[in-house]
């Protein structure tokens, strides 16, 4: 059985940072991309960033979040991770990570196969 679970979820000021894990079960995690999305309340669910599968590392983010956010992937592990520094208010949103079917990128917001139960960021002073 496939399973994904986020953790690092938390309250932060403007500025600050967090740090997301995901712990992938129940399937070759290195044979696959991975990527965080988010929600925002009263929003539709965002791509944020994506990991390619195998020994690489090429990694894409949107936009709003280039320079600020991180991924990164422990296969060994079986562990994705997320970086987030210099959160902003709009950064607020529930963060899911989520496997998608390749092992190459995809920024398509509804292309995975599997997600996880989600970890809430909130940045609030």
């Known amino acids: 059985e496939v399973q994904l679970e986020e953790s690092g979820g938390g309250l932060v000021q403007p500025g600050g940072s967090l740090s997301l894990s995901c712990a992938a079960s129940?399937?070759?995690?290195?044979?696959?991309?991975m990527s965080w999305v988010r929600q925002a309340p009263g929003k539709g669910l965002e791509w944020v960033s994506g990991?390619?599968?195998?020994?690489?590392?090429?990694?894409t983010y949107t936009d709003s979040v280039k320079g600020r956010f991180t991924i990164s992937r422990d296969n060994a592990k079986k562990t994705l991770y997320l970086q987030m520094n210099s959160l902003k208010p709009e950064d607020t949103a529930v963060y899911y990570c989520?496997?998608?079917?390749?092992?190459?990128?995809?920024?398509?917001?509804?292309?995975?196969?599997?997600r996880g139960q989600g970890t809430q960021v909130t940045v609030s002073s």
């Open positions: 129940g399937f070759a995690f290195t044979l696959y991309a």
């Open positions: 989520a496997r998608y079917p390749s092992i190459w990128i995809s920024a398509n917001v509804y292309g995975y196969d599997y």
């Open positions: 990991i390619e599968g195998g020994s690489g590392s090429a990694a």
